[in-house]
């Protein structure tokens, strides 16, 4: 690589497959998070998002496949990555009768970024941060689940990272803690750490992400920036008129799928351009008031991505998502 003309992603993985005991988690991940970005990780239940990213962590061996993280293989650039990555996964492993204070400043001391004298300062910026100084010096033992999520992100930001990795930072936490990770991960972003965030809540990543990696059946079916994956899912046209049923027809004499909604019709652009919408409509004599290309929304697009089992229907999602696999 020359410095300067190639940007090392914050992690790669190559042809990953991960198998518990005949369960294949996760198979074929070929994830790409982009420096700089903020890449959310959809995924119904199961989908392998977690051992996804305990693989990235170095925290699971992979059956199979490559991690590169910060530029370093793993396991062997384990030890020169890990120290440039925060992250908040299950079980962080916090001391049940200390405080999450007193459990910070554990961590703190084997932060090797972290000077000793620097530790307490550092411990109650991260707490400030997360929302839970009010609460810094009750036991860990009494707290609900959205605080020790809240307590596990501190632990993921107590040093300057490069890199930080979330899974499902919001569970259990309520609208008010939801809004602070959201401002936490734009405060990240802002400084120019790269954030890998898995999430099953959709508006959240539109709201959050710049770039999307969705996963089905332990397998990333898309991926990439968050913007051009919501056009690749541009397949529909909205037209205004009050002759919406000679509209359907028309449409369907030429075999363009179209049904009626309450605003007038939505046209299918999965084999037919736009113009050839409107040409067909006006040759039918439909007085065409107004068109409107249609955002599909990421939700629509995870939904449909993820609740086709037919493996052909799939695959004709697939050819619409075209290169961004
Ligand atoms: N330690 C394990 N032993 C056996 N099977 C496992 C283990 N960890 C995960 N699996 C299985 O691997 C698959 C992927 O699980 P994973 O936890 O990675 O998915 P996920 O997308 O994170 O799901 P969730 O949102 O429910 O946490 C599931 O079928 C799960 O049951």
Redesign the pocket.
């Known amino acids: 690589m020359t410095a300067g003309s190639t940007v090392v992603a914050a992690a790669r993985t190559r042809g990953l497959r991960k198998v518990?005991?005949g369960?294949v988690?996760v198979d074929h991940v070929d994830l790409e998070v982009p420096t700089g970005a903020v890449m959310g990780m959809l995924?119904p239940?199961?989908?392998?998002?977690?051992?996804t990213i305990r693989m990235l962590l170095g925290l699971v061996a992979p059956t199979a496949g490559e991690v590169e993280l910060l530029g370093h293989r793993l396991p062997e650039g384990a030890a020169k990555a890990l120290p440039d990555v925060g992250a908040l996964v299950e079980g962080p492993g916090f001391h049940p009768f200390l405080s999450g204070r007193e459990n910070l400043l554990r961590m703190g001391a084997a932060e090797p970024a972290l000077a000793t004298a620097a530790i307490p300062a550092a411990v109650a910026e991260a707490l400030e941060r997360v929302g839970l100084a009010h609460a810094a010096d009750r036991r860990y033992k009494g707290y609900s689940l959205g605080m020790k999520q809240r307590l596990g992100l501190a632990a993921a930001l107590l040093a300057p990272r490069r890199f930080v990795i979330l899974d499902e930072p919001t569970n259990g936490l309520d609208p008010a803690g939801t809004r602070e990770v959201r401002a936490v991960i734009a405060d990240l972003h802002k400084a120019g750490t790269t954030v890998l965030v898995s999430s099953?809540l959709l508006a959240e990543v539109e709201a959050t992400c710049t770039h999307v990696a969705v996963?089905h059946q332990?397998t990333v079916v898309a991926q990439g920036e968050l913007g051009t994956l919501l056009d690749s899912g541009n397949a529909t046209l909205l037209v205004t008129t009050p002759e919406v049923a000679l509209a359907v027809d028309a449409l369907r004499d030429n075999r363009i799928p179209a049904r009626a909604v309450p605003e007038g019709i939505l046209a299918d652009l999965t084999t037919s351009g736009a113009p050839e919408v409107v040409a067909t409509l006006v040759r039918a004599g439909v007085p065409v008031h107004e068109v409107r290309r249609q955002r599909t929304g990421l939700e629509d697009l995870f939904a449909r991505l993820t609740e086709s089992s037919e493996p052909e229907a799939l695959d004709a999602e697939l050819a619409l998502m075209g290169d961004l696999r």
């Open positions: 518990y005991r369960t988690a995924g239940n199961g989908s392998g998002k977690t051992t099953h996963l332990g």
